[in-house]
């Protein structure tokens, strides 16, 4: 006996099942697991780049474009995910950029120079750039609204967890194995996720013939990237007494104004940033700019701080930056829970105070602290990290109309990954000169005339007169980088900062239309 279906009906009964709480326990494992596995890639490399380096034949500035570049891609291909998933399906984009992810870490994990890697890791950060915006959007979709704060906590928690795990994931694979097996990890996880979301997610129903400005997009792309370049190499380049930084500046100015221009005049803009006109999306937007350039500074450059002056194994500092990670979680899940009765603006706003307390306390760092001192900022700073995730993205949602969703997601990713760009490179920048700027200080001390400089060479191990300088010259670029290290964390925590004057600006005006739906900051 058969049965004939409609179709109207087989989609009815599809939808029913894709409902039920196994489909969504299943669905979300896939999505989850794709959004760690995104983010795990910007720091998992962070406790390896000292290795990487002399493998690749690089230097401390140049080794960092390995994450730099991941992140200027990812944050050029974000605005991509609402244009493809329309025209092409949610579903169809999620196997395909998981898929992609997967094959490009493989390759990565093979790479013979620096070169090499960078572009691999550019088409790394591309490809694998929708997957959280895709999760973020599709789990949205697949609860009811009464449970989007817990989904959204959860989302949260897959985002920055990834971050803060990655030192510790990465430390263990350099330490018992080898650095390039921090991509290796991608290739089972990305698998298995691949398969649970072939298998739990469903088919999209509606496919958009949209059109896309190319012109507009082109133009973004353009002014990110030669951004980035000026970011990463005007200090070292000389900043505007370089005609090449100075042509790049330019470049930025000229290219991004177009592409503001055409995004705000045009209805077929791959960003639209007309959503920004949300209060709360706007608002949530720029606080997620300034907290991802705090969040992704600390957590891509203690690992290297620990190892590098305080002679910390990769796997220890891993463990220190897991510490930060534990704490965020249990701030995620005590937000999610609470959010409801108060608003997600409280929440924020308490989150980004401990967030910059935890990071002036960073500023007490020593060469001579031990493992306790080191860590107890970074269990402070993450409590206050996961408070102020999970709210600045229930914040962003909360007042959009669900069929903007795909569309905010994935504007509201640009922010936060341009932010951690900005973070970055803001980092690198400082520590190079603020490491050239201790060094020229501390060698003014070096003088025939500083009876200190000989009572220092006297009491060392050596008479040889070469030897002994060079030792001084050991201990003062020591000195100067961890002078230029506080001078990192007082900026990050400056960061942290910048993202609660924002939100106080948000509870100054909250009683805008925008803020109407839900409970208000």
């Known amino acids: 006996m058969s049965t004939n279906i409609s179709p109207a009906k087989g989609n009815a009964v599809a939808q029913d099942a ?15 697991a794709a959004t760690v596995m995104q983010v795990l890639d910007i720091t998992i490399v962070s406790v390896a780049l000292p290795y990487m380096a002399g493998s690749l034949s690089a230097n401390t500035s140049q080794i960092s474009w390995i994450v730099t570049s991941y992140l200027v891609a990812a944050a050029i291909s974000t605005p991509l995910t609402g ?76 985002v920055v967890a990834g971050p803060i795990l990655g030192p510790v994931i990465g430390g263990i694979l350099v330490t018992h194995l080898d650095w390039r097996w921090v991509f290796y990890v991608n290739l089972p996880a990305g698998l298995l996720a691949w398969i649970l979301a072939y298998r739990f997610s469903s088919p999209s129903t509606t496919i958009e013939k949209r059109r896309i400005d190319l012109l507009g997009f082109t133009s973004m792309a353009i002014g990110l990237g030669a951004l980035q370049v000026v970011l990463d190499r005007g200090n070292t380049m000389g900043w505007f007494s370089s005609q090449r930084i100075v042509m790049l500046t330019m470049l930025v100015v000229l290219t991004l104004s177009l592409f503001l221009w055409r995004a705000l005049t045009r209805d077929d803009s791959i960003v639209h940033l007309r959503l920004l006109r949300n209060r709360d999306f706007g608002i949530a937007s720029l606080a997620s700019i300034t907290f991802g350039a705090g969040f992704y500074g600390i957590v891509t450059y203690q690992p290297i701080f620990l190892e590098h002056l305080l002679g910390y194994p990769p796997e220890t500092a891993g463990w220190v930056s897991a510490a930060r990670g534990i704490t965020a979680m249990l701030g995620m899940l005590i937000t999610g829970r609470l959010i409801h009765r108060t608003g ?13 307390v935890g990071g002036y306390a960073m500023t007490g760092y020593d ?3 031990g493992l306790s001192a080191a860590l107890w900022p970074g269990v402070l700073q993450g409590i206050g990290l996961g408070m102020a995730f999970t709210a600045i993205a229930t914040l962003a949602f909360r007042t959009l109309p669900k069929t903007a969703t795909a569309d905010a997601a994935g504007l509201f990713g640009v922010m936060r990954v341009l932010g951690g760009a900005i973070g970055v490179s803001l980092m690198s920048t400082l520590l190079s000169h603020c490491t050239q700027s201790a060094w020229n200080h501390l060698g003014g001390f070096v003088t025939a005339f500083n009876p200190a400089l000989h009572d220092y060479l006297n009491a060392l191990p050596t008479s040889s007169l070469p030897t002994q300088f060079t030792l001084l010259q050991q201990v003062l670029l020591l000195h100067a980088e961890m002078q230029a290290y506080l001078n990192g964390f007082y900026a990050l925590a400056a960061i942290f900062l910048l993202s609660t004057i924002i939100l106080l600006i948000a509870i100054r005006f909250r009683g805008g239309a925008t803020t109407r739906s839900g409970p208000r900051g």
Do not use: K, N
Request: charge should be positive; charged fraction near 10%.
């Open 344 to 356: 997600p603006l409280v929440w924020a706003l308490t989150g980004c105070v401990i967030s910059a």
């Open 83 to 158: 244009f493809l998933a329309a025209r092409f399906g949610r579903r169809q984009l999620l196997l395909v950029s998981l898929g992609g992810f997967v094959v490009v870490s493989g390759l990565c994990g093979v790479s013979q120079d620096l070169m090499e890697i960078v572009f691999l890791r550019l088409l790394q950060g591309f490809v694998g750039a929708p997957l959280p915006s895709l999760a973020q959007a599709m789990l949205i979709e697949a609860y009811p609204p009464e449970m989007r704060g817990r989904i959204t906590a959860r989302w949260s928690l897959a």
């Open 367 to 369: 060469l001579h602290i």
């Open 18 to 32: 894709l409902a039920s709480p196994h489909y969504r326990f299943w669905l979300s494992v896939a999505l989850l």
